[in-house]
């Protein structure tokens, strides 16, 4: 069975600190698709990452991909009040169809 | 507007009282899926959709059953709720499959099954 572990669980910061948050599996993933996730809303698509070693930014978002696709780590610069959410990895699972997800990382930037 | 739409956004009803929740893409999309989210579970694939009349289990299908008799629409369908059905819903939507596809997210709909 494909998982996904996301960590730390929750992460309270202030305003302007950097963060990392993991995502890491015993599997080996095609791709991983990290969201984030506002209160009362679905999850939106941040970055998706393909090769091993790969590495994508997004303004203060940087995402990395393992040699092994094995992992992904996402890193947040200066972190501002607007980035607090929920942020899940996702990747698939046992067949074409099959999207699992890391039960993901509670943000919280304070100001 | 390119979106994903759900209905009901809550409801409240009692168990085996059978009821379905709607989900519609406006994408012409042809992968559809059903996930719950419960606290400390996160997100959890129930059923999803490759295409019309094409579905599959996901990873918690019991208690639920599905229909993709036409592209647009993905309902979800509960004939015998429980109360362990009780958690908050999301219908996804992408062009083709799941792989380098981004998925798209209605805004959920939340169950209480009492």
């Known amino acids: 069975t494909q998982l996904l572990e996301q960590s730390p669980q929750f992460l309270s910061i202030q305003e302007g600190e950097n963060l990392t948050v993991y995502c890491n599996s015993s599997?080996?993933?095609?791709?991983l698709q990290w969201y984030r996730q506002e209160p009362g809303e679905g999850p939106v698509l941040l970055v998706t990452v393909v090769t091993g070693g790969e590495v994508k930014k997004l303004k203060r978002l940087t995402f990395q991909f393992g040699d092994a696709r094995k992992d992904s780590s996402l890193h947040i610069t200066a972190a501002q009040p607007g980035d607090t959410g929920l942020y899940l990895c996702?990747?698939?699972?046992?067949?074409?169809?099959?999207?699992?997800f890391g039960k993901g990382t509670k943000l919280s930037v304070k100001p | 507007e390119a979106q994903v739409t759900q209905n009901p956004r809550y409801l409240i009803t009692v168990t085996g009282k059978k009821l379905t929740v709607t989900c519609s893409q406006n994408?012409?999309?042809?992968?559809m899926s059903w996930y719950r989210q419960d606290p400390g579970l996160g997100l959890r694939q129930i059923y999803y959709s490759m295409n019309v009349e094409v579905t599959d289990k996901g990873d918690v299908p019991e208690g639920y059953k599905v229909s993709r008799k036409e592209k647009r629409n993905f309902p979800l369908i509960l004939e015998s709720p429980s109360p362990n059905q009780t958690s908050l819903y999301f219908c996804?939507?992408?062009?083709?499959?799941?792989?380098?596809?981004?998925?798209?997210f209605g805004d959920g709909t939340r169950l209480s099954i009492l």
């Open positions: 994408m012409n999309h042809e992968y």
């Open positions: 996702a990747g698939t699972g046992r067949s074409q169809g099959n999207l699992i």
């Open positions: 996804a939507s992408s062009f083709r499959g799941i792989s380098n596809q981004p998925q798209h």
């Open positions: 599997s080996v993933f095609s791709s």
